[in-house]
């Protein structure tokens, strides 16, 4: 018996369960191949006793449009940094527990691992492919930010939730006169924001990778009010920063959570508008973690199942230490140390941007 491991880490993001399913189904298709799912992440293989289950294609029936992911994901801990008590003062400390799951694995008789996940995952298996593991990467993240992939499933979903929302602030902004501000995610990467910017007519996009001046801002929502009347809609990526360059978030509390939380710049911004001398209404909507929930749409769907697919063929022919990539209209196999090189961001320079700029929309550059 072949037995594939397939785990979801990280955020949750829409079209996990479809690369899941897509995964289990080819493999039904081979003779001797078992998948088995680890219940988040790694840690599910760390537990005691172990937090596994056999994913046939009964348990993925029905699955495909479900977001979220059913074998659970987190974005805490793993093999090398696992959270543990100390019993006697309630302290958390991290330990390395990499070998230990190695293993685990072993005696589980786990041939090869999916990991289902972004960039922390991404490393993680690189990690565990240095030390011997047999290991294939699907990448997501409704961030896009993920190098050597066109695009990362999710995504889409992403971009039309946040597009949807800037649709429904241009009634209200309309009927009020207002200036409305949606804080959109997307970490170091203004993909949602630019994207959904353009799809849903905003004015003003701001996004990480171009720094604003807010008096160039000022100057567009004024000319939004030069009939008297008007409304001006802001679409702001979470991680972007004014000319001073400081990102907008807080350091988590949370045990074993890494990242910086980004989050508020919309609040900051009305803030610095109203600073800077803007007098209209300004209203601040930030969208979080709607992005992320729910259905993924169609295009994340049939990516996602490409993905899974390609996977597991991947993982049938033995080449292990690549993640699979789309680079339209191809999805093929990047090497690890590929897929680790530098994000993949928005440039400023980009087709993308100069469509929105040749729209009138502004970024406060
Ligand atoms: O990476 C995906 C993402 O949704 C980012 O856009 C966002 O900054 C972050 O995850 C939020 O993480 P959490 O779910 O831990 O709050």
Redesign the pocket.
Known sequence: MNRLLVLTG??D?PGLNAVIRAIVKRASQEKDWEIVGSIESFNGVLKDPAEVVILDESKVAGILVQGGTIIGTT?KGGPFAYPVQNPNDGTWTTIDRSDEMLRRLQYMDIKGVINIG?DGSLRISKALADKGLNVINVPK???NDLSSTDYTFGFQTAVQIATEAVDKLVTTAASHNRVFILEV???DAGWIALNAAIAGGADICLIPEIPYEVENLKAKIETRYRKGRGFCIIVVA?GAVNSKGKKVGAVSNEVG?E?F???GIGWTLKQELIAAGVRHDIRVTLLG?L??GGTPIAYDRVLASEFGVAAFELAYKGLWGNMVAYRHPDVVAVPFEEALKEPHLVSPDSRLVLTAKGLGMEFGD
């Open positions: 990280g955020g993001c974005n972004g993240t409704i961030d995610m997307g970490r979470e959570y990242n939380m980004l989050g973690h992005q992320r």
